[in-house]
């Protein structure tokens, strides 16, 4: 009798222990995942060395001030520089986003979708309307004002807008991080999630050199630095998930010629925010990097990177008469 009742402790016990070991096994790989937060973003191996050889041919400029710099010297914000009828902001949100909510009646305008957002790491469920539209902001990249400090300021009109509306400088993030961002360079501000700061760098000096702009000293350590610390674990040899895809605007590849490159077969953008397990990829374009000396550019400043082109939206830089964000 004693013994029969002493073995209903132990295998209670038993069960106890179980319980607690099958409810570690669920709950330990979220809360790492938690913890740890986002893997690293894949960059083609081909992609990161050819990031690595433009690098060091990207001229060092002393970077215009930003008192006569103008939003609309990009043209009007987010036009229809392919002619399908989609301005560049639905363009791209249809690109990135996944479970995507069409508007009935013009089918290019998204109302709604989710973003795995590569500055940050987290989900963000998207909804089209005056009070959550800005949770997803398209980000340039290489922002408007750094492009126009550094080269991009003799730029004709028609080069300009192509350049605002390029999918391959274009990418949906959460919009505080933009905000946050403004107008820096990879001096003044990288991406916080860390995973994607090497996929981050790689595409600002491939746009760079694609489109001949430059760097400023300290950006052109920052970018060194980067590659350096953060690219060996992002390296890939394929992208897996990806398609083949033209990355440019019909105006812009009539004016610059590049060719298409992997980019992902699918992104998304909203609201509320959670980690994601799912890692978006780098999208760059596919430009043979061309040599060309330093130069400065006339009427410019020191090489530090100007605190005033900080926190702005939209790559609007804060100038004495910056204009409106796209």
């Known amino acids: 009798m004693g013994e029969h009742r002493a073995r209903r402790p132990r295998a209670a016990t038993v069960v106890l222990a179980v319980i607690l070991a099958a409810a570690t096994a669920y709950v330990a790989p979220h809360w790492w995942a938690q913890v740890a937060g986002p893997a690293p973003t894949p960059v083609a191996r081909a992609t990161l060395e050819a990031a690595r050889t433009a690098l060091p041919r990207l001229a060092v400029v002393e970077p215009l ?12 914000a987010w036009a229809d520089v392919d002619g399908n009828g989609c301005d560049t902001r639905n363009d791209v949100l249809g690109t990135w986003l996944a479970d995507q909510v069409r508007d009935p009646l013009v089918a290019c305008v998204v109302e709604s979708g989710r973003l795995h957002d ?3 790491g987290h989900v963000i469920d998207f909804r089209r309307g005056p009070a959550t539209s800005s949770a997803v902001q398209v980000d340039h990249v290489v922002a408007l004002a750094d492009a126009w400090r550094k080269g991009g300021h003799t730029w004709a009109p028609g080069y300009a807008q192509a350049f605002a509306n390029d999918p391959a400088n274009l990418i949906p993030v959460d919009g505080a991080a933009n ?4 107008a ?3 001096a003044g501000w990288l991406p916080p999630n860390t995973g994607f700061r090497c996929a981050y760098v790689v595409q600002q000096i491939l746009i760079k050199a694609a489109y001949g702009l430059g760097v400023s000293a300290t950006e052109l350590a920052a970018l060194r630095e980067v590659l350096a610390q953060r690219c060996g674990a992002a390296q890939a040899d394929a992208c897996a998930g990806c398609r083949r895809t033209r990355i440019t605007s019909d105006q812009h590849m009539s004016i610059g010629g590049r060719e298409s490159t992997d980019v992902p077969d699918r992104r998304d953008p909203g609201v509320q925010r959670h980690r994601s397990g799912d890692r978006p990829r780098v999208r760059v374009p596919a430009a043979a990097a061309t040599g060309r000396e330093a130069r400065p550019c006339a009427g410019s400043g020191d090489h530090r990177s100007d605190p005033r082109a900080r926190r702005t939206p939209g790559g609007r830089a804060r100038g004495r008469r910056a204009g409106r964000p796209p």
Not at 65 to 76: K, N, T
């Open 184 to 186: 820096a360079d990879a």
């Open 179 to 182: 905000l946050d961002k403004g």
């Open 65 to 76: 001030e930003l008192e006569d710099y103008e939003r609309e010297f990009f043209g009007p």
């Open 118 to 120: 590569p500055y940050t």
